[in-house]
């Protein structure tokens, strides 16, 4: 496959999008999993389909323009989570194709080769989450328009001073994504050592920037939820301790054959003569990127593997390097085949929950199972959640399952942001802000999964007036609704 796409023509893009479609169709035809991530950026989309604010009447973390997306999405789909899988393979596909195209206008490359886009698809299906609509995959748009301006900015021979764009695309993309903020740091170590950059560039760059961050910004201000904007989405970024979805080890394990990869491109690279100091260049900037996207990873509070999306373009671009480099033909193939099967195993084990175990307990040792574990990251659906259908709800807990048929109550969607602000119900803002988020839409039905209400009630024995007990002792319902 890597010798097939090494040089472009027009049928292989045709080719491309159907080997694509061969890797990503058996995961529709199957039952999907409902994800715990999806079903939250799905319920961010439905509030404000509905008509409320986001962070004042809608708690969570997730970025504006990621959650009017979704809230777009919600608008015209409602709740068919189908349409998340569809607009993901278009998405992955057109960015795949877009990169391979500013690679080819920059000169990055002395052969006009698809392996650019061929890379990006494989990074872009590292495991089932990454297989639906993401932030991460929202702020792609705008961090390869960073790239192609980043590029133009080093290449002395196109004369543009590109920094105002640089700035302004790393702020939108960080409206998507809030960890994409890093990529400054990329920027400057670029304008330092490859560019003739001067100090107006540097401060041009944070102008364009805060610019951009201040709209929205003044956006929130002028709807008096400036200070919700910093709570929800500023805030958690050093604040919230960080969640995973799926065990550290077993992220590291599904990233660890594409960073071996480029840590072996690293290695590799001084050896390589066929490129101009300009395309050396690009190479050691990109490395930047990926070492600085790595550890931005872990500023989003809540980790799976979609998170390893971030490192897609970088990535592929380096990984595009070493393919080209290494000589031995079959070699490509059979490293290449093995990334992709690598990533492919563990998505469809996971999809269609398979038990494979390495017997390593006949030979005196014990048994490894050869999956990746999705408690926390698939939704628990189950025949208690249609007991509450089209009913107005309110979950305490980090299983959010209950919602898919219901309807949120109140603005406590993230618990950890909620349990933040509870924390301090001894203080008399607080304890009217919540009584008046339940009176402006009270919940039908209180599912505390941890055992929180009570720390409510007590500060707020008005609205514990309103509830009582389920026979099930962790679920409270308003009396008026009671049957």
């Not at 593997?305 to 971030?310: F, G, T, V």
Request: glycine share 2%.
């Amino acid at each position: 496959m890597i010798n097939f796409f090494r040089l472009t023509t027009s049928f292989k893009y045709i080719i491309l999008f159907s080997l694509f479609l061969i890797m990503r169709i058996p995961a529709l035809l199957v039952d999907f999993p409902l994800l715990n991530p999806s079903l939250s950026w799905m319920l961010v989309g439905e509030r404000l389909a509905q008509g409320y604010q986001l962070y004042t009447e809608t708690w969570d973390t997730t970025a504006p323009f990621s959650a009017l997306f979704f809230g777009l999405i919600h608008l015209v789909f409602g709740k068919w989570y189908l349409v998340h899988q569809i607009i993901a393979i278009f998405f992955v596909f057109l960015q795949a194709l877009w990169f391979n195209q500013i690679l080819f206008k920059a000169n990055i490359f002395h052969e006009r080769t698809m392996l650019p886009a061929l890379l990006y698809l494989v990074m872009m299906s590292i495991f089932v989450d990454s297989w639906v609509v993401t932030p991460i995959l929202l702020a792609n748009n705008f961090l390869l328009l960073f790239l192609r301006y980043l590029l133009m900015q080093m290449n002395e021979k196109q004369r543009y001073n590109a920094t105002f764009e640089i700035g302004a695309y790393i702020a939108i993309a960080s409206l998507f994504y809030l960890p994409c903020v890093t990529l400054l740091l990329v920027t400057y170590l670029t304008f330092l050592l490859y560019t003739n950059s001067k100090i107006r560039d540097y401060i041009l760059v944070l102008v364009s920037f805060f610019f951009t961050m201040g709209i929205v910004l003044l956006t929130f201000y002028m709807f008096n939820a400036e200070y919700a904007f910093y709570f929800n989405y500023l805030r958690p970024l050093l604040l919230l301790k960080i969640q995973f979805y799926i065990q550290f080890y077993e992220l590291l394990l599904l990233a660890s054959v594409s960073i071996l990869l480029v840590i072996l491109n690293i290695f590799l690279s001084p050896r390589y003569r066929r490129y101009n100091n300009y395309q050396n260049r690009t190479q050691t900037v990109i490395t930047f990127w990926w070492f600085i996207s790595l550890l931005s990873v872990f500023l989003d509070y809540k980790l799976s593997a979609y998170s390893l999306c971030l490192l897609a373009i970088p990535t592929a671009f380096l990984l595009s390097h070493l393919f080209l480099q290494l000589t031995h033909k079959i070699m490509a193939e059979l490293v290449f085949s093995f990334l992709l099967a690598w990533h492919l195993f563990f998505t469809y084990v996971s999809l269609y929950n398979a038990n494979l175990i390495l017997p390593f307990k006949q030979l005196g040792g014990v048994d490894i199972p050869l999956k990746i574990h999705t408690e926390k990251l698939l939704t628990q659906l189950d025949k208690q959640n249609l007991a509450y259908k089209n009913k107005k709800i309110l979950v305490l807990g980090n299983n959010l399952s209950p919602y898919m048929y219901a309807r949120l109550a109140t603005p406590y969607l993230n618990g950890d942001l909620a349990q933040t602000h509870w924390q301090n119900l001894n203080q008399y803002n607080i304890v009217l802000e919540t009584y008046s988020n339940f009176e402006k839409d009270m919940p039908q039905v209180i599912i505390d999964q941890n055992n929180k209400i009570n720390q409510i009630f007590a500060a707020l024995p008005l609205l514990a007036e309103k509830y009582e007990k389920s026979k099930n002792k962790n679920i409270y319902l308003l009396k008026s609704t009671k049957k």
